[in-house]
């Protein structure tokens, strides 16, 4: 079957150094570079890994547990920028 299909230069400029290189034709090279993503991708989706984070104690005093980020940031700054009592 024809096609046309729209190529990154990058990508269009190792397909053909690959086909140089190998002695093969170019279209054979696509097909072949295309079906070895298709089975990478497919074997990627059938191991079903799904990513994990690990929770690590920071030891946030308790007033600080449970919020976000930005939230603890925006706390810190503003301790930062409050007078500081005298020490006695």
Same mark, same amino acid.
């Given at each position: 079957?024809?096609?046309?299909?729209r =190529?990154?230069?990058? =990508?269009?400029?190792?397909?053909? #150094?690959?086909? &140089? +290189?190998?002695? %093969?034709?170019? !279209?054979?090279?696509?097909?072949?570079?295309?079906? %070895?993503?298709?089975v +990478?991708q497919?074997?990627?989706? &059938? #191991?079903? +890994?799904?990513?994990?984070?690990?929770?690590?104690?920071l030891?946030?005093?308790?007033?600080?547990?449970?919020?976000?980020?930005?939230?603890?940031?925006?706390? %810190?700054?503003? #301790?930062?920028?409050?007078? !500081?009592?005298?020490s +006695?």
């Open positions: 079957m024809r096609t046309t299909l =190529i990154n230069d990058v =990508i269009l400029r190792e397909l053909r #150094e690959r086909a &140089k +290189r190998s002695g %093969l034709p170019f !279209r054979q090279v696509v097909e072949e570079t295309l079906a %070895l993503g298709m +990478r497919s074997a990627r989706r &059938k #191991e079903g +890994r799904a990513f994990h984070v690990q929770p690590h104690p030891g946030l005093k308790a007033g600080f547990r449970g919020l976000s980020l930005n939230q603890l940031y925006d706390q %810190l700054e503003a #301790e930062e920028t409050l007078p !500081r009592s005298p +006695r």
